[in-house]
């Protein structure tokens, strides 16, 4: 008896429905990840000594812990508390954190980029603090983040991989189970790679076309 | 707010196995770090060069490492070479797929902090009377190394942080020790916070001895 079946035309809907939620927990991740990057970009930027120590410390631990054991840890921390939540749920939360993470430095480079003479021109011309970084920090600022931004976010799409430990149904593991029904390792593996090649290459020659554009 | 009761003897009675399974850790990302800058060296070259097949070559490694997820190239070293009959341990399938990434990441490095040195200091070297070996020795190589010190070191730490995948293919490093200890004793979140703190202080560490070295070598003016 054959027990492994071939894959087939009925498991494409089954593959996109991974496809689908890699690119959504992506951009949930991204989204968030930015928000709150921005945020706290502009705290270590504008903050004192000691907002910057404790930004900083928390930070470094969300960067300096491997993705897949904050994954773990903190689905199981819920769990053991009571309130255990969707892997979609979790996995968001903790992806978008890992993100803001890289991007507080993101945005922080940028703020810090914006030079001092302009906001000080900005307030002599009669804005207020929030008026400046309304309209000459972010603007300003900004413009000069977008290829690293773009970089964390590819960096994002890849490792929304690792969020198919605890049980969220993204590509990667909707291709670890058609193998272990199938046996077709190469060709679905080889599917599932390109499918991440044609997301991140053209991003990333964008990215670099925006930085080359930037210097010259 | 069900309570939940900390048993953390069971860890500290495993903490050996623990520590072996960070040696592990660091084994493999520093052998893998170590094989994948002779790698990256061989393809800045192979992209620089003017052989258009070289230089081909050396692109689709290089932006096969970049572009696809880490997991996957596990997974690809693990599940698909074993599709050919080529059976990798986990160790080793971890270790492969570390290795074609950071020769990848470090190729793109390496190139990029070459490239900043401007041509006219080759040939200010050139003129000084200094034959090409001396230029590149006394020159070159100096301050390209100081420039690609920095991305070096987190590249370090990168491999050192996903060689923790090895938890998904039942490799025995840190990840994967305290999966399989925590299994078997069902205290999941002890186990898994020791090693998250273990990761940090492995990764604190390895900073801290990267910063010592940077001292000494740059002598105070790394840029």
């Known amino acids: 008896m054959n027990l492994f079946t071939p894959i087939s035309w009925n498991d494409a809907g089954f593959i996109l429905t991974g496809v689908l939620n890699t690119v959504y927990i992506s951009v949930i991740a991204i989204f968030f990840g930015t928000i709150l990057g921005l945020v706290l970009g502009f705290a270590r930027a504008e903050g004192n000594k000691i907002v910057n120590m404790c930004l900083g410390g928390v930070l470094d631990i969300l960067k300096s812990v491997p993705l897949i054991i904050q994954l773990i840890l903190f689905s199981t921390f819920i769990g053991a508390m009571g309130y255990p939540l969707e892997p979609f749920v979790a996995g968001s939360i903790i992806l978008s954190l890992y993100t803001m993470a890289f991007m507080v430095e993101v945005f922080r480079s940028g703020f810090d980029n914006v030079p001092a003479a302009t906001k000080k021109a900005a307030r002599s011309l009669g804005m207020s603090y929030w008026q400046t970084v309304r309209h000459i920090s972010i603007p300003i600022g900004m413009r000069s983040v977008l290829p690293s931004w773009i970089g964390v976010g590819l960096s994002v799409i890849k490792d929304s991989a690792l969020v198919s430990v605890i049980g969220y149904m993204e590509l990667l593991r909707t291709a670890e189970q058609l193998i272990s029904r199938s046996q077709q390792a190469v060709m679905i593996l080889v599917g599932v790679g390109l499918f991440y090649f044609l997301i991140s290459y053209p991003l990333s020659l964008y990215g670099k076309y925006i930085e080359r554009k930037m210097t010259r | ?223």
């Open chain 2, 1 to 223: 707010m069900d309570s939940y009761n900390f048993h953390w003897n069971v860890v500290w009675d495993a903490f050996p196995q623990l520590l072996g399974g960070a040696f592990t850790t660091l084994h493999v990302s520093v052998l893998s770090m170590l094989v994948g800058i002779v790698a990256a060296v061989f393809l800045a070259l192979g992209k620089m060069s003017n052989s258009k097949i070289l230089s081909l070559l050396s692109s689709i490694w290089i932006e096969l490492s970049r572009n696809t997820p880490a997991l996957f190239l596990i997974y690809m070293a693990y599940f698909g070479l074993g599709a050919y009959g080529i059976h990798l341990s986990p160790y080793l399938s971890v270790f492969a797929a570390l290795v074609f990434v950071n020769g990848g990441y470090l190729a793109e490095t390496f190139r990029g902090g070459f490239q900043s040195i401007p041509p006219t200091q080759y040939n200010a070297a050139r003129s000084l009377g200094m034959n090409r070996v001396q230029a590149y020795r006394h020159i070159i190589l100096p301050q390209m190394f100081r420039r690609i010190y920095h991305p070096m070191t987190n590249q370090f730490i990168w491999s050192i942080l996903m060689s923790s995948l090895g938890i998904l293919v039942g490799m025995n490093d840190l990840s994967g020790e305290t999966q399989r200890l925590q299994s078997s004793s069902f205290r999941t979140l002890e186990f898994f916070i020791v090693a998250a703190a273990m990761y940090y202080v492995i990764a604190k560490l390895v900073l801290f001895a990267a910063h010592l070295v940077s001292k000494r070598v740059f002598k105070g003016e790394l840029s």
